[in-house]
């Protein structure tokens, strides 16, 4: 097939759709940028939808003395918060305190108190929990969130879980955010401000051509030529083989796949916080409530030798987090509480770290400007994407005079334009407004889509004028909406990355959706980009 086309020149072309990529291109359209964006599969496909699903500053990487990446990660918790209110909300974390506690061993802080306090032996002390939570409290200029209190759990319905024995914790507070939605906000706000979003879209070359790029790829559309003026690497666990074999650009940086797994079980207890647990080899694990129906459990750091597509939580992390989880819990965790497990592959910058878990999660943006720029994204945490974004359009101002300044700051995302504790207001307007539904399936759309719930209602007075019902709350105008607005286009990309239904429904049910994409002709139609990108 030849190579069609526009000869048009956009400003910054992005590898990568997940929430580096998505973010950097959602900042740069609202200065004023023409961007386009290419995805090889879905939006979210890779690391950004296997997160922990959290907004915090990282409580334990004040033990490397990250100072300054957990700053910026507190500031932005209550940042993002605002700004998306609907798929943000804030969680309180109990930190049992357990005489096995003990340290990574090759932390700073580890190091440090072996040589100050060797009677210590490794052990995680208590107070040295309670000063690095001070340090949490006070680092990021926490103005919405409650700050750390000490539990006593004998008496605290959070200890009813817990083994016997376990009596102080101290219950502290961060973020919990909807990952995957998160990427896909990003980018249907980036088209609406004029970005053009291709998803399925390999990026087979990227060539210097005088001062432009050009980049070749090939998706739904067939094979395309683009020029563009910059040219930005998000690709996530690819970021390196896209420096070596698409850009083909001499470079000694790298990335270190490190694998994070997780497993989901039915609900393991009651109330609604979560909780931090510490092992005895130095780890922490985190147990939240998921979903309405379940916990998830996680994360492992291994290093990942595989292709990034591969990663897969193996019987062996399955086993060592529903372990982990035991030393706590009262009932054991088995395999066969498991309902679900997932792994995704963080690309750190290879900082030479001896250890997956010491290797740094700051971010590392590489600029090569040996003729049209390229910017490589390294690292990076979930938390601090909107920053990692406006760090990167600082690298590449120099090349954009006229674009607009820094914007993103508090802005809402699509839907989150209500205050940050409004929920259950906007949810009581969603009831008096749609009787039809109740406390379950309303909260759930407000947790979706914030105020473009109306939108994705319509003008529905029952059940059936939304169309056919999946199972699960899902029905066909949820589904159009999901296509037509963000950039779905299959019954996974819907029930597994847009949504989390897969996990309440059945296989005859999965079934239906995907019979009905196939019929819908989603993989052809649909929002693949923004109008003037046709």
């Excluded at 108190?113 to 929990?129: D, H």
């Excluded at 209190?149 to 959070?158: F, I, K, P």
């Excluded at 090939?218 to 666990?237: C, F, K, S």
């Excluded at 600029?367 to 690292?379: E, K, M, Q, S, Y």
Aim: net charge neutral.
């Amino acid at each position: 097939m030849p190579v069609t086309g526009s000869p048009a020149i956009t400003d910054l072309f992005v590898i990568g759709g997940g929430i580096n990529g998505c973010g950097i291109a959602r900042d740069a359209a609202g200065r004023g940028l023409s961007v386009t964006l290419a995805e090889q599969g879905d939006l979210a496909q890779a690391t950004s939808s296997a997160s922990t699903k959290m907004f915090h500053g990282g409580l334990r990487y004040l033990e490397y003395f990250e100072f300054r990446l957990v700053r910026e990660a507190l500031e932005e918790r209550e940042t993002l918060l605002v700004a998306m209110p609907h798929i943000s909300w804030p969680m309180r974390f109990v930190l049992p305190i357990s005489p096995e506690m003990r340290f990574e061993g090759s932390t700073p802080t580890s190091r440090l108190l072996s040589v100050v306090m060797p009677w210590l032996k490794g052990r995680r002390p208590a107070w040295l929990i309670r000063l690095g939570l001070f340090l949490y409290d006070t680092l990021g200029g926490r103005q919405i969130l409650p700050g750390t209190r000490r539990l006593n759990l004998t008496q605290d319905e959070a200890g009813k879980p817990l083994r016997p024995g376990f009596r102080l914790a101290y219950e502290y507070s961060d973020c919990w955010v909807q990952d995957s939605r998160l990427v896909s906000l990003n980018a249907r706000d980036a088209a609406d401000r004029g970005a053009r979003i291709m998803v399925g879209t390999r990026v087979v070359s990227a060539l210097r051509v005088g001062d432009l790029w050009r980049v070749e790829t090939d998706g739904v559309h067939g094979p395309q030529i683009h020029q563009a003026r910059a040219l930005v690497n998000a690709g996530g666990p690819w970021v390196e083989d896209v420096i070596r074999n698409v850009a083909r650009v001499p470079s000694t940086e790298g990335v270190r796949l490190v694998r994070g797994s997780h497993i989901v079980t039915r609900r393991l207890y009651d109330h609604d916080r979560c909780y931090f647990f510490q092992g005895g080899d130095g780890r922490i694990i985190f147990a939240i409530p998921y979903e309405q129906d379940f916990t998830l459990i996680g994360t492992t750091d291994q290093d990942h030798h595989g292709a990034p597509g591969e990663a897969r939580c193996s019987e062996a992390e399955r086993d060592y987090l529903c372990a982990f989880a035991s030393q706590y819990f009262a009932r054991p965790v088995t395999p066969d509480d498991v309902v679900w497990t997932y792994s995704g592959v963080r690309p750190l910058y290879n900082d030479g770290a001896k250890s997956a878990t010491a290797a740094t999660r700051d971010y590392v943006l590489s600029l090569h400007a040996d003729g049209a720029p390229l910017l490589n994204v390294f690292g990076g945490k979930i938390t601090t994407y909107r920053r990692l974004a406006e760090s990167a359009l600082a690298k590449l101002s120099p090349y954009f005079p006229k674009a607009k300044g820094p914007w993103t700051a508090r802005i809402p995302l699509p839907g989150g334009d209500f205050p940050h504790d409004g929920v259950g207001a906007l949810q009581n307007r969603l009831i008096a407004e749609y009787p039809f539904l109740d406390a379950r399936d309303s909260l759930r759309l407000v947790r979706t889509y914030g105020t473009d719930v109306f939108d994705v209602l319509g003008g529905a007075k029952s059940l059936a004028e939304l169309g056919q019902p999946f199972g699960a709350g899902l029905t066909a105008a949820e589904v159009n909406w999901l296509v037509e607005k963000e950039f779905a286009r299959s019954a996974e990309d819907i029930l597994w990355r847009r949504t989390k239904l897969g996990l309440h429904m059945t296989p005859e049910q999965i079934a239906a959706l995907e019979g009905f994409m196939a019929e819908r002709g989603a993989t052809s139609t649909g929002r693949m980009a923004s109008p003037a990108a046709e």
